[in-house]
């Protein structure tokens, strides 16, 4: 099955007041172009956030309430989200919880126990540079990356708790995207958010993995920087496709 946490732009309208980036700042927060290539996908579900990640982020627990946390304070680029004093309170947050936050993981969780899902792929879309606040800052990336809270070929790093995914399930991963012609890097800069860390710790339990998928805007992205590429678009969502086909033959 496929987790889109942010593709979704729309901010309720009584929101917008209290918002101090503009529409274009707010749509940079989107992960532009991960609904159209991976939405139709032919997998068992795909489950997709109904709001944009800063009015609550799907990809964050409950738990973490920092400036990028579970309701952002500030965006990628450093800049604050909300004017001065209008930041939501206490109610306002857990008004997002109940209504956006805890229905779309009570509908990963219940897809999740289905028999015939054979593991969670999360799917997001970066820059093509790292931006300002990111741990990659400046560094051109590749065309897509791959987490499984490993180091760069998969493998368990000391200190950072269990893989999400096994070692040689991501790398044949990685093998089906090099064959579709992508560049791939394994756990850099990402190696998975909230919902491959959590949901892949009770996965790898029963035989089944969770995986982080960033691809690069830069492959499909318009000239003017506005939208997607059709044409591009399609090429890389047919790649996309061959790749997850072979591999679902190879689990």
């Known amino acids: 099955m496929i987790s889109l946490p942010h593709c979704e732009g729309i901010v309720p309208d009584y929101l917008l007041p209290s918002l101090l980036l503009n529409k274009d700042e707010v749509m940079e927060a989107v992960d532009m172009g991960t609904m159209e290539l991976f939405g139709a996908m032919p997998v068992r579900a795909v489950i997709c956030a109904k709001v944009n990640r800063l009015v609550v982020d799907l990809n964050r627990g409950l738990h973490q309430r920092d400036v990028k946390g ?120 990402y190696p998975g958010g909230f919902i491959t860390t959590h949901y892949g710790r009770i996965l790898r339990e029963k035989g089944k993995f969770a995986v982080q998928v960033e691809i690069n805007q830069d492959l499909y992205i318009a000239r003017d920087r506005t939208g997607c590429d059709p044409q591009r678009l399609s090429d890389v969502r047919g790649r996309i496709e061959a790749a997850l086909s072979r591999l679902a033959v190879l689990l």
């Open 70 to 189: 579970l309701i952002a304070l500030t965006d990628y680029h450093g800049r604050p989200v909300y004017r001065h004093g209008m930041a939501p309170a206490h109610e306002e947050i857990q008004a997002r919880i109940e209504r956006y936050y805890l229905p779309y993981h009570r509908l990963l969780e219940d897809t999740l126990r289905m028999e015939d899902v054979a593991g969670l792929i999360d799917c997001h879309s970066l820059n093509g540079f790292g931006p300002p606040e990111a741990p990659d800052a400046g560094r051109k990336r590749k065309d897509l990356v791959l987490g499984n809270k490993g180091d760069s070929n998969g493998q368990r790093r000391p200190g950072a708790g269990p893989l999400t995914c096994p070692e040689d399930i991501i790398s044949a991963l990685a093998s089906e995207f090099c064959k579709e012609g992508f560049s791939v890097s394994l756990n850099d800069p």
